[in-house]
């Protein structure tokens, strides 16, 4: 089956604009988690979506939003761009939730550079 | 949520075992230890979860101690491609908190 998909995976984006990027999970999959990763803070959670409602979210300011859609595929915004948003943006999708018994499976990433 | 600790980094050559070690002191009775695999520019790969005692599977094997404090990945036989970032998680719900992992690094 299809895995996770992200796009786009590449963007360059400048301070002070905004950007929106995609994750289409696999087929079945009512969760969608997102991460933002860099190389001096690690893979960060971000939020999980599941069934549209928000479930969860990680510590990031209001600039990061995101939501799902009722076929499961989710879009994270981020408004008014920092040159410290730059980062690899990673989707994950599960059955039911990352949580116990679970696997998660992500996709390839979108690699954001703001300049 | 439990925090992990293992090993920065580990050297191995090909056909050798590698075993990471993982300690989670504050490990909660509904967590469970799951192993994931990254490689540079992709998202983390899935390897393998477990509760207690041993789990295998057809890529590593989980060694988990009755206190559950800590447990071990082990990766038969590792070759050049199994040069990657491990991270050890403990989950129990929604996210998955990522340490800085092992980085291992595979030599001929």
């Known amino acids: 089956k299809a895995g996770v998909t992200q796009t786009p995976r590449y963007l360059i984006k400048t301070r002070g604009q905004q950007v929106t990027l995609s994750c289409s999970p696999i087929?079945?999959?009512?969760?969608v988690s997102w991460y933002q990763q860099t190389p001096g803070q690690g893979l960060q959670f971000l939020f999980e979506?599941?069934?549209?409602?928000?479930?969860n979210k990680g510590n990031f300011p209001g600039r990061f939003s995101g939501r799902q859609f009722s076929n499961s595929r989710s879009e994270m915004n981020v408004s008014t761009l920092e040159l410290g948003d730059s980062a690899l943006y990673l989707c994950?999708?599960?059955?039911?939730?990352?949580?116990?018994?679970?696997?998660?499976?992500f996709g390839q990433g979108t690699r954001l550079t703001v300049v | 949520l439990a925090k992990t600790t293992q090993p920065i980094s580990m050297d191995s050559y090909e056909g050798q075992e590698v075993n990471i070690t993982c300690s989670h002191n504050?490990?909660?009775?509904?967590?469970?230890i799951t192993w994931y695999q990254q490689f540079p520019s992709q998202g983390p790969r899935f390897i393998i979860q477990?509760?207690?005692t041993k789990v295998t599977n057809e890529v590593a094997s989980l060694f988990i101690p009755a206190d559950r404090k800590s447990s071990t990945l082990s990766l038969p036989r590792v070759s050049l491609s199994d040069t990657a970032v491990y991270y050890c998680?403990?989950?129990?719900?929604?996210?998955?908190?990522f340490g800085a992992g092992t980085t291992v690094t595979v030599r001929a």
């Open positions: 994950a999708s599960s059955v039911r939730g990352q949580g116990q018994n679970t696997e998660a499976f």
């Open positions: 087929s079945g999959h009512r969760s």
């Open positions: 979506y599941f069934s549209e409602t928000q479930r």
């Open positions: 504050n490990i909660a009775t509904n967590d469970y």
């Open positions: 477990g509760y207690k």
């Open positions: 998680l403990v989950v129990n719900d929604y996210k998955l908190s």
